[in-house]
């Protein structure tokens, strides 16, 4: 082989690794966004679960008080 057959094989070579990482690059950025959307759902769905259990306890706590109101009568 020549030189030159030898350089651009040598460049082939990079110009193809260098398009597979920046692909690569976009797929993860990608795969990372995803994640990330679904971490704050997530977090909405642990706040909306965390009003509910304050709300259920309260509701419950009060009903119970009532209820050991009329027995202790």
């Known amino acids: ?3 030159i057959q030898i350089w651009t094989m040598i460049g082939a ?3 193809i ?7 690569m690059g ?3 950025d990608d795969i990372r966004g995803r ?4 971490e704050l759902r997530l977090d909405r769905i642990e706040l909306r679960l965390d009003r509910i259990e ?4 309260r509701d419950h706590g009060e009903r119970i008080a ?3 109101e009329r027995v202790s009568e």
């Open 54 to 57: 304050t709300s259920v306890l």
């Open 66 to 68: 009532r209820l050991e």
């Open 35 to 38: 994640i990330d959307r679904i």
């Open 1 to 3: 082989m020549e030189w």
């Open 13 to 15: 070579m990079a110009g």
């Open 26 to 28: 976009r797929a993860l």
């Open 17 to 23: 690794v260098g398009l597979q990482s920046f692909w």
